[in-house]
């Protein structure tokens, strides 16, 4: 099983709707996890981090679910600026330093 | 706001040359770091560098590769002797180490091509 695993898409959604991203990690005892936005050929852009009970960052929800070992990230009304390749991360138990990167779901939202 | 800076933005280099990339990290940040994106994969962490050392690396980061600080605000990744496989994309990232998350922010990166 992948450390980090994502759909890669690409999700073609039209301006205004709602879109959801989900990732799963392998190792459970994993305590850091966080959405960061990749644009084509740019740097990886921390979106938001994920907290144990969710959090919210205008139209963006991320949710964490331990149990099921997911981490779930909400776009609502969503804008052509959203179109982007979305990575879900995480960060390892066994290392206090190293960021673990899935390989991205794409999203293209149109007009 | 502040940011993570590097130089240069390309580099093309011969095969068993030695480069040398360098990055500025956001100055009241403690840990830094290297990570690699080769084309069309995901991104791959290489090194974290905190308190003039080397503190974890991975299996890529191997005897060609070193990082240095060599004063108090330039953070460098060298390799030694380049193959065509380490042409990716190299981002420098920096933490600020405090707060028990390890939020990371990546510069631009430099594209390295190998010929």
């Known amino acids: 099983r992948k450390e980090v695993e994502q759909d890669p898409g690409p999700f073609n959604v039209p301006e205004g709707a709602t879109v959801a991203f989900n990732c799963t990690y392998s190792?459970?005892?994993?305590?850091?996890f966080f959405w960061y936005r990749q644009d084509c050929r740019k740097e990886p852009k921390l979106l938001m981090s994920?907290?144990?009970s969710g959090n919210e960052d205008g139209r963006f929800t991320a949710q964490l679910n331990r149990a099921s070992q997911y981490i779930s990230l909400l776009i609502r009304v969503s804008k052509l600026c959203d179109s982007a390749t979305y990575l879900c991360?995480?960060?390892?138990?066994?290392?206090?330093?190293?960021?673990?990167f899935g390989s991205g779901t794409r999203l293209l939202v149109r007009p | 706001e502040p940011e993570v800076t590097q130089t240069p933005s390309h580099q093309v280099t011969q095969m068993g040359q030695e480069v040398i990339l360098r990055c500025v990290p956001i100055?009241?940040?403690?840990?830094f770091y290297w990570y690699r994106q080769i084309l069309g994969q995901k991104v791959e962490f290489l090194v974290s560098?905190?308190?003039?050392?080397?503190?974890?690396k991975s299996e890529i980061f191997d005897d060609q590769f070193s990082v240095e600080r060599p004063d108090g605000s330039n953070f460098t990744l060298k390799i030694r002797s380049t193959k065509l496989e380490d042409s990716a994309m190299y981002f420098c990232?920096?933490?600020?180490?405090?707060?028990?998350?390890?939020?990371?922010?990546f510069g631009p990166g430099t594209r390295l091509t190998v010929l």
């Open positions: 990232a920096s933490s600020p180490g405090t707060g028990g998350r390890n939020e990371q922010f």
């Open positions: 190792n459970s005892a994993s305590q850091s």
């Open positions: 994920v907290y144990s």
């Open positions: 991360v995480v960060n390892p138990p066994d290392s206090s330093y190293k960021l673990i």
């Open positions: 100055s009241n940040h403690l840990y």
């Open positions: 560098f905190y308190n003039n050392e080397i503190s974890e």
